[in-house]
């Protein structure tokens, strides 16, 4: 097995223990001991469940013993929950007797600072030694509502039942967030199966959960609250195990932005933050990505409730409401979703069964005959699942209570007529919702959160693997931090892109006798290593003619000796001046734990502030190069807008290619590699790297 699989199965070994220890336990309700084993009992864990306190003898009518020396068997699974220091003492002592796994919930550790951090990776090493798999520490604890296993602590236990076996897995990175979104999913109904708190996951990350999950036969669905992924590679891993057996992963990605550490710089640093690089890679390996709490829990119940996910993005509307119609096709257009015209035929049939008043174009607009004439609603909605322009149909039934419920059973019945059905029904009953359920129709209370839904669902059913895209092997070992324009350009002529035609000059006398030979105008800038910002530095200069190439050379470097006196210059950087074309910004920042994050966008200098910019992780081919260019907002510019002239987007396509084969073949070594601007010409003339700032790995000497 792969280690990954290793991990896995130990993870399988924890949720499917038949049999449980827990060290620390109390008969006292007011401290934290006492909880795991009072859920066992109450919830009727189905395996054996042993106490151990030296303190004590009965909990919770159960016999408690000494120590783990002291039980009659050899448990599968231990939860510790004493205090830090002890804790590396407790799981020698099982590792050694060869038990299985552990949950560590006792907190203390590297969340408290270095004393703690140490304890950590004792846990660690003793982990190593003895081969006994670790949940924590810090955890919040594990359920399996399979087995009627609860061993946590949550006080989101404390009222109410375990929420209802079912198909859905569960990981988080945050123990008090991760069981307020347990509570959540059990009284939304939501069938889970598994939630794991990974706490500070000293050796077991939120990785190794997944792929469990993966392989788990009772688990069709995964979602996940997470801060930070470690193991970039057995996250890839995993998440392609899932894709290979069709189940989702949901995630809520949070945590701070690294943009501002990153701004001073490149462009392309202020742009690449942490978030994108997370969102850039969910989209390499085909995850769903969730923007808060009830998103996810909204997309796990559509995942495992629909029998069939929508094909395109077509969406048919029909409503009780035609307010609420036009609320939905607000949402979906905004939202990436197609409401396209029905038919002349489709408009027929439906007219036949429609009252005269009634709007029969998309959307449907039933009017308060929607909760009434059932036989017409199975109609149009088995009407509107058949439609060839339809990927999926949104019902909007608002006053869902009344009528009896009438409305419910020919949805029912014309569920499985063609495309996928979503209720929204804000006053639908939970016996209606429970029901729609059951045959394979999610309900959600309001118009945004289907369409936030369908938009998601969407993008996942209709993801493709990348193209193959090999890394290329670069030079970018030349040393440390800034390289100079000139030094970054010949790195980039060598992989085969186009820069513009180009000579350093050394003195004012060299410049006028090269400036001769570059035609009426061009560009003088500092050659510099070290120096990020050549303007402001006052180290460029545009339009430049040969009668002034001497004067502006001495103009350039006093002006940049003065803005910084130690600037390593190596001279100025003659070249050809390309006025045709439109400007673009391509670059790739060097993102743990997932590598380079390459970037396209349109605009110069301005491209921060219109923000339109496009993200992926590297490499990439040009094939999906050119998705990615397409994907952004200004792409019209690019294909001949308002009969301008249509620009080379193969060549920018090539070029984004390259860039993300030589990022990924630098590694580390090539922190940022920015190219601000890029010229896009005219259609079959190619694209040409007028600037570019490459940022090196400092060296730790």
């Not at 594990?142 to 087995?147: F, Q, S």
């Not at 001046?577 to 673009?584: S, V």
């Not at 349109?602 to 502030?609: A, N």
């Given at each position: ?11 399988l070994?924890?949720l ?11 008969g006292?309700?007011?401290k ?17 469940i ?9 909990v ?11 039980l ?16 590396p003492d ?9 038990v ?16 703690g951090?140490?304890?950590?990776r004792?846990l660690i ?10 949940c924590?520490?810090?955890?919040v604890g ?6 009627r ?12 039942p ?13 123990g008090?967030?991760g ?9 939304q ?8 708190s990974?706490g500070?996951?000293a ?11 993966v392989?788990?036969?009772?688990i ?21 195990a ?9 995630l809520?990605k ?5 943009a501002?550490?990153?701004a001073?710089a490149?462009?392309?640093?202020a ?10 890679a969910?989209?390499r ?8 709490e ?7 119940e ?11 993005n077509r969406?048919a ?6 307010g ?10 905004e939202?990436g ?5 029905f ?5 027929g049939r ?19 005959q ?6 017409g ?20 039934a608002g006053?869902?209570w ?9 949805v029912?019945?014309?569920?499985g ?21 059951k ?34 092997a ?6 440390s ?12 002529a ?12 050394t003195?004012a006398r ?12 061009f ?20 339009g430049?003619?040969p009668?002034?190439?001497?004067p ?6 006093a ?8 600037a ?7 070249e050809e ?8 910004i ?6 743990e ?6 970037m396209?966008g ?8 219109l923000g ?6 590297a ?11 397409e ?6 510019l690019?294909d001949?807008y ?13 070029t984004v290619?390259?860039?993300s084969?030589?990022?990924?073949g630098?590694?580390?070594q ?25 940022v090196l790995?400092v060296?730790?000497?």
């Open positions: 097995m792969t280690p990954l699989a290793e991990s896995a199965a130990g993870v070994r924890m499917d223990a038949q049999s449980v220890a827990v060290v620390g336990a109390s006292d309700p007011e934290i001991g006492y909880l795991p084993v009072h859920y066992l009992v109450k919830f009727g864990y189905e395996g054996r042993y106490p151990i306190n030296p303190r004590l003898t009965e919770e009518g159960l016999t408690v013993y000494p120590s783990l020396t002291d009659p068997e050899i448990p599968d699974l231990v939860a510790i929950m004493v205090g830090a220091p002890l804790v407790v799981l020698e002592e099982a590792g050694r007797l060869g299985s796994a552990a949950v560590i919930i006792s907190s203390g550790f590297a969340e408290v600072g270095e004393e951090a140490e304890l950590q004792r090493e003793i982990a190593d030694a003895t081969g006994i798999w670790v924590g520490p810090n955890s594990i359920i399996n509502a399979a087995t296993m609860a061993l946590t602590f949550t006080a989101a236990l404390t009222s109410g375990l929420a209802p076996p079912g198909r859905i897995g569960i990981v988080s990175q945050s008090a967030f069981t307020v979104l347990y509570g959540l999913a059990r009284d109904a939501l069938g889970l199966h598994t939630y794991i990974a500070n996951e050796q077991l990350g939120v990785s190794d959960y997944i792929a469990a999950l392989e788990h036969p009772e069709t669905t995964i979602g996940g609250y997470i801060e930070a992924i470690r193991d970039g590679a057995s996250f890839a891993e995993a998440a392609a899932a894709r290979g057996s069709g189940q989702p992963i949901v809520v949070v945590g701070a932005s690294e501002g550490t990153l001073a490149s462009h392309t640093g742009l690449t933050g942490d978030d994108r690089a997370y969102e850039a969910f989209g390996f085909g995850v769903a990505r969730a923007i808060d009830q998103h996810l829990l909204d997309l796990l559509a995942f495992d409730v629909l029998e069939k996910l929508p094909s395109g969406i509307i029909a409503s009780m409401s035609g609420a119609g036009v609320l939905l096709c607000d949402a979906a257009e939202h979703l197609a409401v396209l015209p038919s002349n035929e489709l408009v439906l007219g036949e069964v429609l009252p005269p008043y009634a709007a029969v174009a998309n959307p449907v607009d039933f009017t308060g929607f909760v009434t004439n059932t036989a609603l199975r109609t149009v909605v088995a009407e509107l699942a058949a439609a060839e322009t339809a990927d999926a149909v949104i019902l909007f006053l869902g009344t009528a009896g419920g009438a409305w419910v059973d020919p029912i019945d014309a569920a007529s063609g495309a996928p059905i979503i209720v929204v029904s804000p006053l639908a009953t939970e016996e209606q919702r429970a029901r729609l359920r045959a394979g129709i999610p309900t959600y209370h309001s118009p945004l959160q289907a369409i936030r839904v369908l938009e998601t669902l969407v993008k996942w059913n209709t993801w493709e693997p990348p193209e193959d895209a090999d890394p290329i670069s030079s970018w070992n030349q040393g931090g800034i390289l100079s324009e000139a030094a970054a350009k010949a790195l980039l060598d992989a085969g892109l186009t820069i513009p035609r180009g000579v350093v000059v003195s060299e410049a006028e006798e090269v400036a001769a030979s570059f035609g009426s105008r560009v003088m800038k500092v050659s510099a290593a070290g120096l990020s910002h050549k303007t402001e530095a006052g180290g460029v200069r545009i430049v003619t009668a002034t190439a001497g502006v050379f001495e103009e350039i470097m002006a940049v000796t003065g803005f910084d006196p130690k390593q210059i190596d001279g100025v950087l003659l001046m390309i006025d045709e074309g439109l400007e673009a391509i670059g790739s920042t060097w993102h734990p997932f590598g380079h994050v390459v396209v349109l605009g110069g200098v301005s491209v921060e502030l339109d910019v496009a993200f992926a992780l490499p990439i081919g040009p094939g999906d190069a050119r998705i990615l260019i994907s952004l907002r200004s792409y019209p690019l001949g308002r009969g301008a002239v249509p620009l080379d987007v193969e060549a920018l396509a090539q290619s390259v860039v084969r030589l990022a990924a630098a590694d580390s090539l922190r940022e590699l920015d190219l601000n601007p890029v010229k896009v010409l005219p259609a079959g003339k190619g694209a040409v790297i007028l600037d570019a700032l490459a790995e060296s730790a000497e």
